[in-house]
């Protein structure tokens, strides 16, 4: 039944729906880690301390924890 109405939909095996606030907080935290990224290896091409490094690591690690903390579970039909 699921896949019959998934593919009225135009839904392959490998699509799958979630929400729009799941999605958008995924993005949201995505574009933090990204941004840091940017920021350290900016950083980093100024100084490449001991107490710089560890300060840019700790900014990615910040901005990374989040990322790993999301997961998003696919939506079902009650």
């Not at 998934?6 to 490998?14: I, K, Y």
């Not at 990204?34 to 700790?58: G, K, N």
Request: charged share 35%; proline share 4%; net charge negative.
């Amino acid at each position: 039944m699921a896949r019959k109405l998934a593919a009225a939909h135009g839904l392959g095996d490998d699509d799958l729906i979630i929400s729009r606030e799941q999605l958008e907080e995924f993005q949201s935290r995505l574009y933090c880690l990204q941004a840091a990224l940017e920021d350290v290896a900016r950083d980093l091409e100024r100084s490449s301390e001991p107490e710089d490094v560890a300060e840019a690591f700790d900014w990615l690690r910040t901005n990374a924890e989040p990322v790993a903390e999301c997961w998003i579970e696919p939506r079902t039909v009650s």
